[in-house]
């Protein structure tokens, strides 16, 4: 775990099979950073779910995320955090999904960091 972390400092949304992670390196005149990005899917808007939104833009976050080789990654940290934009949908067609896109989003001077074992 990064240096000055505990467990306690970790809040967990369990988002199951709906995420993708995204990051891409730059380089400008202040040097090399990194844009990173957790996007989810939200299937099923919801009035409920509104308090719930609204917290997630109104804060800063570091997001733990377990990729299918089952590495886990963090991206975002308490000096260069991750913001969420929200963009919801509904179906065109009956078969579209009436969802909540959710797109956690920063720019670092570092890239995102595997942490081996981080429930240790």
């Not at 775990?1 to 809040?11: A, I, K, N, V, Y």
């Not at 949304?13 to 202040?30: C, V």
């Not at 065109?92 to 081996?116: C, K, M, Q």
Request: glycine content about 8%; proline content about 6%; overall charge negative.
């Amino acid at each position: 775990m990064p240096e000055g972390w505990t467990s306690d400092s970790l809040e967990f949304l369990p988002i199951f099979q709906s995420g993708r992670i995204q990051e891409s390196s730059k380089t400008e005149a202040g040097g090399l950073y990194y844009e990173s990005g957790v996007s989810v899917t939200l299937a099923k808007d919801h009035p409920d779910l509104q308090e719930c939104l609204k917290d997630l833009i109104e804060r800063t976050w570091s997001i733990l995320t377990l990729d299918q080789n089952g590495l886990y990654r963090l991206t975002g940290s308490r000096e260069y955090p991750l913001r969420a934009t929200l963009a919801k949908t509904t179906g065109a067609e009956i078969s579209d999904l009436n969802h909540v896109r959710v797109e956690f989003s920063g720019t670092s001077p570092y890239p995102s960091v595997f942490i081996l074992n981080p429930f240790r």
